[in-house]
């Protein structure tokens, strides 16, 4: 028995080396091009190569068919042939002969009558060579050139070309003619073209030649390395794995987001000691669902996951399992299960799985053979783990409504884990962690900046880090004040500045009605106070009233959503007070009140006549999945009552607004006058004109600057040991 081969010095078994694409791929290659050689050069020959047009003249032309020596007819298109003298040519066609007077031409594919007649008459009748006669014209005595056609005791027949004749008497020569010499009868010799079938073999090799060569070296090339062919690779999971020693991802990398670290501790504590749970008989989730808006981060917490219990981490998309062949999807699922397996305890995490997971049999176009294979396979796959399999499937989406309830039963993705907006506190630590490698000035409070950008997610909060560090690079500051800050803030969030240079009557209407919407959230005993109004175009409007919505409030009731309308109809009331009309600027404002009017009054029962009532209006997309078409579970006539109840809300908001704008007349045109003269006015600069306003009880003002300290950057994270 042979001895095992010794282990390299790192202890690991060499790696198999790729088998070579095809031992004769570069045959192939020299076939191919030795038969393109062939061919052109059975189509070219060492003779000039004449136009025909300029054959038919050379041998219908009395003065120039002498000089032809012999043709010889090649196959059905080739004629070759040779003439006595080439300095006897005309100049412009000695260069398509050769110095030996050979040339070649190619006949069209028609039956050409002009030259079978011109052929026989040159091999029936001798040729002359042409000569010279000196003819008197007047005084003076002219040269013609041409063959001597006949001759009598009185006059000289002479053939100029094709077509002129001219008789001469003898009388008239200068001297007597010269007797032309006949040269002998035309050889006409036709044989078979030996090189024709070249041109019949190289039309039918080529396309064989090509997809030998398509086949045996290009396709090769993307076999797998470890022996796979072409079709085993498209059909292979084209899941991504990331090792653990590299760019690993622990918790301290996610800021904020407890609720969901303490939900998934369980799972890190399963994958490390799989025995502690099967002890007790315990079985861990085997699917973990993730959703929530886009941008809070879910792919990074399941990548986090994967860095704590220190195992592989497989990701793929749900996109990447649907393809235009049916089944091909199945199979990647297939595939991508069996490496985990093999990789296990691992990861496999599926991002926007709502790609594939949706439900199965609805929408417009019905279902659709390749998805719902695809996802009866994930089921099938997943419903299939043996308890002791430690391989825990993750996926994201932030469209959990539009997933097949097949998924979410017990036994698949039985844990879900919502992934919400982070409050203040959690955008503080998200800031920390996306400034820890930028310098920051002595005038930078990540807390304050925290506090105003209610709403962001993770990704919105590394965007308005990345633009102030840009703002700040592009004044050449040495580190990031609290200015970039601020107009990274208003970049985010109302948009790039317009480059418009406006009117002054402009400017003023555009001063006037946002100074509606700031006025009536100021005095409006439930709006949300302005702290921040700008008549700087940005992005598709004209100006912008930034609210201060009140982030710890989680209860709204009827008086709320009465100042928002309030508010937002502050800027058609002005325009009607000021100008006596409203304008198409308001078109964004009127969506927004009436979205929320028509959802108080189907949703949330806000309606006196109605009562408590819910109505399913405009909850789901024919498109998403779920319905075939939008339902309607009432009539007509309460699809009317709805419409007037909204109606009333929006037209009770508008008269609100124009009864405080009216009231606060004086204070208006005092906050129009100081947004012509600054363009940008902030909180406290709004209170000093409108002075205080009864809606910030118990709420954080914007103003409130607290004392300026640097917040220490986090350390990078020390990367983990290489494993021994």
């Keep these: 028995m042979p001895a095992p081969r010794p282990l390299p010095p790192n202890g690991k078994p060499p790696r198999r080396r790729p088998t070579p694409s095809m031992p004769g ?7 191919l091009v030795m038969l393109v050689g062939l061919y052109i050069f059975t189509q070219m020959s060492g003779a000039g190569n004449l136009d025909y047009g300029d054959f038919i003249y050379l041998i219908s032309d009395p003065t120039q068919s002498w000089n032809i020596k012999q043709l010889k007819f090649v196959g059905t298109e080739r004629i070759e042939g040779d003439v006595y003298d080439k300095k006897a040519l005309p100049d412009k066609l000695q260069k398509y002969f050769t110095d030996k007077g050979a040339f070649t031409t190619v006949k069209p594919p028609i039956d050409d009558k ?34 001597i056609k006949s001759e009598t005791d009185k006059e000289i027949v002479l053939a100029l070309n094709a077509s002129q004749v001219k008789t001469i008497p003898l009388s008239e020569l200068k001297s007597a003619p010269p007797q032309s010499q006949e040269e002998p009868t ?27 060569f398509l086949f045996f070296v290009l396709i090769p090339r993307f076999r797998d390395p470890l022996g796979g062919s072409f079709l085993t690779n498209y059909i292979k999971s084209p899941a991504r794995r990331y090792d653990r020693t590299k760019m690993r991802v622990t918790f301290d990398d996610v800021a904020d987001m407890q609720n969901a670290k303490s939900e998934l501790q369980e799972i890190v504590e399963f994958l490390k000691d799989p025995q502690r749970f ?9 699917g973990v669902l993730l959703f929530g808006p886009p941008g809070t981060g879910k792919t990074l917490l399941a990548r986090a996951v994967a860095g704590e219990a220190g195992v ?60 719902e294979q695809t996802l009866n396979q994930i089921l099938s796959e997943m419903d299939g783990f043996q308890p002791t399999e430690s391989v825990i499937v993750m996926a994201a989406t932030n469209r959990p409504d539009v997933l097949d309830s ?5 036994g698949r993705f039985d844990r879900h884990v919502t992934v919400d907006r982070p409050n203040w506190q959690g955008r503080t630590d998200i800031l920390r962690v996306h400034t820890r490698n930028k310098p920051l000035a002595d005038d930078v409070n990540l807390e304050e900046i925290a506090r105003l950008m209610i709403g962001m997610t993770g990704a919105d ?61 100021w005095f409006e005993p439930e709006a949300d106070p302005a702290r921040k109004v700008t008549i700087v175009p940005r992005s598709r409007s004209l100006g912008v009233t930034m609210p201060t919505p009140e982030e710890e409030r989680y209860h709204h009731g009827l008086d709320y959503f009465r100042g928002q309308l309030t508010m937002l109809m502050g800027g058609r009331a002005a325009d009607k007070l000021i100008y006596g009309q409203p304008y198409a600027g308001e078109e964004d404002d009127l969506r927004k009140a009436t979205k929320l009017a028509r959802y108080m009054v189907t949703h949330w029962g806000m309606s006196d006549k109605l009562g408590p009532m819910s109505f399913r209006v405009g909850e789901e997309h024919v498109f998403l999945g779920k ?98």
């Excluded at 099967?278 to 085997?286: I, N």
């Design 627 to 724: 319905e075939i078409q939008e339902p309607k579970d009432f009539s007509e006539g309460t699809a009317q009552i709805i419409d007037e109840e909204v109606q009333k809300l929006l037209r009770a908001a508008e008269e609100r607004a124009t009864e405080l704008l009216l009231r606060h007349r004086h204070d208006m045109d005092r906050l129009v006058d100081a947004l012509l003269e600054k363009e940008e006015l902030l909180f406290d600069e709004i209170e000093q004109i409108l002075g205080a306003t009864p809606n910030m009880d118990g709420r954080t003002r914007p103003d409130e600057v607290y004392q300026p300290t640097i917040t220490p950057p986090i350390p990078p994270p020390v990367p983990a040991p290489a494993p021994a």
């Design 461 to 521: 909060l590394r965007n308005l880090a990345n633009e102030a560090a840009l703002l700040a690079t592009r004044a050449n500051k040495g580190k990031i004040a609290r200015e970039d800050f601020s107009r990274a803030s208003d970049r985010v969030l109302m948009g790039p500045k317009r480059e418009e240079i406006l009117s002054a009557e402009s400017k003023r209407k555009t001063a006037y009605h946002e100074a509606g919407h700031t006025l009536v959230s």
């Design 114 to 147: 002009q030259l079978s007649e011109i052929l026989t008459t040159l091999a029936r009748s001798p040729r002359r060579q042409p000569v010279t006669l000196a003819v008197k014209e007047g005084k003076d005595y002219k040269d013609y050139t041409g063959v």
């Design 186 to 212: 035309l050889q006409i010799v036709r044989e078979e073209d030996k090189w024709s079938w070249v041109g019949t073999a190289f039309m039918v090799l080529l396309p064989i030649g090509f997809l030998l």
């Design 406 to 410: 097949a998924l979410l039963r017990p």
């Design 278 to 286: 099967t002890r007790l008989g315990a079985q861990v989730p085997k």
């Design 25 to 31: 791929g570069w045959i192939w290659l020299l076939f």
């Design 312 to 371: 592989p981490f497989f990701s793929i998309s749900g996109s990447e399992f649907i393809q235009m062949f049916v089944g091909v999807g199945a199979s990647r699922v297939r595939d991508m299960f069996k490496n985990a397996k093999d990789n296990a305890p691992c990861i496999l995490f599926i991002d926007e799985i709502d790609a594939v997971g949706r439900m199965r049999g609805a929408g417009v176009g019905g279902g659709s053979d390749e998805r």
